[in-house]
């Protein structure tokens, strides 16, 4: 069993708010949202972060991004929305798999 929460949610061992599912990508809400609509994406297979992509990942990375604003609309942010990927210690990323924030629906901060 893997010890990676986002691997574990994405198993069906943990519980999530799914907001969406394929083959390859999950989706599902923040536990603890900044706003009031805050989601992610994340791929199925394990990368710990975007640090860690290479050119392999390029069709992965490229299908969340297309993902992104089409969940976006879906949950109702028709005005637009902040995508957020955390990399690495230095850049405050806490689960170490590979995920895009998607945050809109409320005053966001700039960056
Ligand atoms: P990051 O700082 O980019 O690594 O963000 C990790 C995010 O995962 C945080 O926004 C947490 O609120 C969120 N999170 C932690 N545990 C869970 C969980 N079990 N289900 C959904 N979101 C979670
Ligand atoms: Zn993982």
Redesign the pocket.
Known sequence: MSDC?FCR?AAGE?P?RKVYEDDELLA?????P?APVHF?IVPKEHVDSLGECHARHELLLGRILLLAPLLAKEQGLSDGFKT?I?TGKGG????MHL?V?VIGGGKLSHL
């Not at 599902?28 to 603890?32: L, P, Q, R």
């Not at 405050?92 to 689960?95: M, S």
């Open positions: 929460l949610i943990i999530c599902f809400h923040d536990i603890n900044a992610m957020v955390n405050g990323q806490v689960v995920h924030h």
